[in-house]
Structures are given as C-alpha cells and as structure tokens.
C-alpha cells in the first residue's frame, strides 16, 4: 500500500487520548492541546472504564468523549481511531503535557508525502531533579535505540507520542492487546516496504514519572521488556501504559 498524499490543508488531525481514571492529569493534558488544534481537529478522550471525574472533565473542557470496557490502553485507541473523523490519528496519553508546536511539528513531517507515521520526544518529569536526570536515563537509552533503527530506515512508532496517517494505521492491523503494544506496531509497519516514516524531536511531550515512583524504575523496565517479548496481555491495564 502507499502511503496517501495529503495537502497540507488536509491535514486535519484526531487526537486519541485513552484514560482509565485520569482526574489528576487529564486537564493538563487537554488544556496543553487547546491552543494548538484547528476548527477541524478533534479532540478523543476514550473512557476505559474510569470510576472518578475524568469522562466528567474531559467533556467539561470540550472534548469528544467515547467509552471502551474492554480494559487495556489498545482497545482504547483502537476505538478513538474507529469514532475518528479525520485523515491523520495522534496518539498521546493522559498524563502528558505537549509543547505548544507539537501539532504544528507533526503536520510539518507528514507535510511530505513519503512519510506515513512520524514519532515525538518523550520526557519525565519529577519534582526532584536528581530523579528527574535518573528517570531520563531511559529515554537516553531509549532514544538511542530509536535513532539508530530510523537510521536503518526503520521507524518506532511511540505509542504515546505519534502521528500516523489513518489508513496507514488500518492497514498495519492497529494496536495489539498485549504489552510492548508500540514494538509490535512498529513491525507491522516495518514489514511494509513502501511505508516511510520520521522521528521529530520537536514533537515534545513532558510525561509523569509516577510510574517509576510507584513499582521501582529499574522493577519498570525490566517487567516491560520482559513481559513485552513474551506478548503478555494488558488486562492489567497499568502496567500496559
């Protein structure tokens, strides 16, 4: 398949927010997109089941809001990609804050008309600067893998920091249910030799380091590419994201 040509004037963008009670964060997260979107972009925020006041905030702030019950952070993209209306999906979770050119950064790459996907920059946060530097430590790391695959002409497509083209997305099969959701996305795309896509580090998004501070940073990474290789399910969805 090739990749569909896209003016810039088309490039109207849905962007995909899952969120399983999300309260503390999802208002930054929307209020940070805000000022960027245009009068046809949307906003998606996928309810997986929230049981305190994130469907209520979302809709308050002027979000289109869907749920999905089935649990796990790719069934709730999956359905934000269905019930979009647009050509190009973004994808950012809720815990995140975006720059403020990010939109404008992604619709510039997908401008081109060989780029299909293109992936941001993700960065922790933390109120302590030494485990700020500590939890970055990964996204050295992390980066460093992401440079190098793209410059083997391999693009990782970061499962919360991405834009991709929707008939593209449809193409590679959507987001598995298993952990690791963007490593198997990304081979899908990998496997289809006429699909080209981009790494945009200006595509910036500050994201909570809450999940280091809760199960251990080093514990994190090793259960996330343990459990990623052996395709382990996300029904525990917190471990998933």
Known sequence: MSPETL??????ISIVIPALNEENYIANCI??????I?????????????????????KELGCTVVSEQKRGVSHARNRGA?????PVLGFIDADGVVHN???????????????????GLNIFNHDSRLKEIWYNG?????????????ACSKTFL???????????????????PIIGEDYWLSKEFWKRDTL????NLRMRIDYSSRRFDQQGYLRTISNWITQTLRRTSQEKYRQSR
């Open 158 to 176: 970061v499962s919360n920091n991405l834009a991709i083209k929707k008939d593209v997305f449809d193409d590679i099969d959507r987001w598995k």
């Open 196 to 199: 080209h896509g981009a790494v």
């Open 101 to 119: 050119n990010w939109l404008q950064e992604a619709k510039r790459s997908l401008a081109d008309p060989r780029v299909s996907a293109v992936s």
């Open 138 to 150: 990964y996204t050295v790391f992390a980066y460093a893998y992401v440079l190098i695959l793209q």
């Open 38 to 58: 245009g009068p046809q972009d949307e906003l998606i925020v996928v309810d997986n089941g929230s049981t305190d006041k994130t469907a209520r905030i979302a």
């Open 82 to 86: 269905e019930v979009s209306s647009n």
């Open 7 to 12: 003016q810039a004037k088309d490039l109207n």
């Open 31 to 36: 209020n940070s997109l805000q000022g960027q």
